[in-house]
């Protein structure tokens, strides 16, 4: 079991705004920066979002990130067919000194 | 261009020790904040974080799988190695080394491939 908590899947169709929540507790997501990593089916995972809401160079302006207290949300605005993936959150754990990860969310573009 | 590409066994038996070596390029794991990770991938499951060794040879292990791992580096190689011991086929899974940062060190970028590590007699 993760301890950071997504919802196992999201749907949306073309053009919506989809938000990807991961819930965690004060010792991980509460001080400590979030990232966010998109993986296709066969492929290694890819950093989509850094320090709670930063994109890396070459990622889409329709990819957001935010943080309020425990909780992360990840954005995608103008949902395109290609989004379609696994999404998942991270973060380190002062309790554990270990990296955690979420369950990951599978977002399907209807 | 970092690049960093996993390699080892496709398959163990049960009870063996797995030994998965990093080869990478593009950085050097003496600089200053420079780390490499390991993180692996059951079939059709979520990321579990593995290991770590910094640039000052400070390492950090899973909490559940620490007296298995061992993580260990060859600078003169460019090279990080991760052991398993006493391996099982709940251990089956895609394994992926990832470059770090040491001032976020759940912000990996970038990944290799992975290599898929099947526990079967």
Known sequence: QSVLTQPPSASGTPGQRVTISCSGSRSNIGGNNVNWYQQFPGTSPKLLIYSDKYRPSGVSERFSGSKSATSASLVISGLQSEDESDYYCAAWDDNLENVIFGGGTKLTVL | QVTLRESGPALVKPTQTLTLTCTFSGFSLTTFGICVTWIRQPPGRALEWLARI??????????S?????????DT????????MTNMDPADTATYYCARIMHVDPSKFDPWGQGTLVTVSS
């Open chain 2, 65 to 73: 799988l620490k007296t298995r791992l061992t993580i260990s580096k």
């Open chain 2, 54 to 63: 910094d640039w000052d040879d400070d390492k950090y292990y899973s909490t």
């Open chain 2, 76 to 83: 003169s190689k460019n090279q990080v190695v991760l052991t």
